[in-house]
T-cell receptor, first 111, second 111 residues
Framework: KAGVTQTPRYLIKTRGQQVTLSCSPI?????VSWYQQTPGQGLQFLFE???????NKGNFPGRFSGRQFSNSRSEMNVSTLELGDSALYLC??????????FGSGTRLTVV | SQQGEEDPQALSIQEGENATMNCSYK?????LQWYRQNSGRGLVHLIL?????REKHSGRLRVTLDTSKKSSSLLITASRAADTASYFC???????????FGKGTRLHILP
């Protein structure tokens, strides 16, 4: 069966712009979580969605937002991009939180 | 903030030797998971151990959990070049169900 698909794989944006990243979970997985990975901070939890509802949220500013659609696909949006937002953004889906399946990530570079 | 902290941060061993990585965490948990990440890619789920379990095996992997010390270890026996990767522990907090990752151990297997 298909894995977790994240698009795009790579993205270059300018400071002040906004960006939308997409994640398609494994079929049947209703939980989708997003993580930001940087060399300095490691994997930081952004938020988790379950059945279109945000169930958990990490400690990120309001510029970071997300949503989940009825087909469990999820998007995350970052507005007013800053240089420090350059990172690998990982999406993971789960059936029951007993193990996540991760996508390959979106590498965002802010210049 | 990080829940899990892996130790050591980096480890280099000869092929065929055993590799041991440790993870300490702060709050009570439902379960603890270990993941592997090859350079710049998504994470791969290796093994999950529940809070009422003390040891678990999967192929060349052995995981232990000591809830009294809030620590876990991952042992990889008979290491191979393909085991070169970063290894992360992730804890599922019993307080809020967030899955929080540590900063990882970078394992390098020398030929």
């Amino acid at each position: 069966k298909a894995g977790v698909t994240q698009t795009p794989r790579y993205l270059i944006k300018t400071r002040g712009q906004q960006v939308t990243l997409s994640c398609s979970p494994i079929s049947g997985h209703r939980s989708v979580s997003w993580y930001q990975q940087t060399p300095g901070q490691g994997l930081q939890f952004l938020f988790e969605y379950f059945s279109e509802t945000q169930r958990n949220k990490g400690n990120f500013p309001g510029r970071f937002s997300g949503r989940q659609f009825s087909n469990s696909r999820s998007e995350m949006n970052v507005s007013t991009l800053e240089l420090g937002d350059s990172a690998l953004y990982l999406c993971a889906s789960s059936f029951n939180l007993d193990g996540y399946t991760f996508g390959s990530g979106t590498r965002l570079t802010v210049v | 903030s990080q829940q899990g902290e892996e130790d050591p941060q980096a480890l280099s061993i000869q092929e065929g030797e055993n590799a041991t990585m440790n993870c300490s965490y702060k709050t009570s948990i439902n379960n603890l998971q270990w993941y592997r990440q090859n350079s710049g890619r998504g994470l791969v789920h290796l093994i999950l151990i529940r809070s009422n379990e003390r040891e678990k095996h999967s192929g060349r992997l052995r995981v232990t959990l000591d809830t009294s010390k809030k620590s876990s270890s991952l042992l990889i026996t008979a290491s191979r070049a393909a085991d070169t990767a970063s290894y992360f522990c992730a804890t599922d907090s019993s307080r809020d169900d967030k899955i929080i990752f540590g900063k990882g151990t970078r394992l390098h297997i020398l030929p």
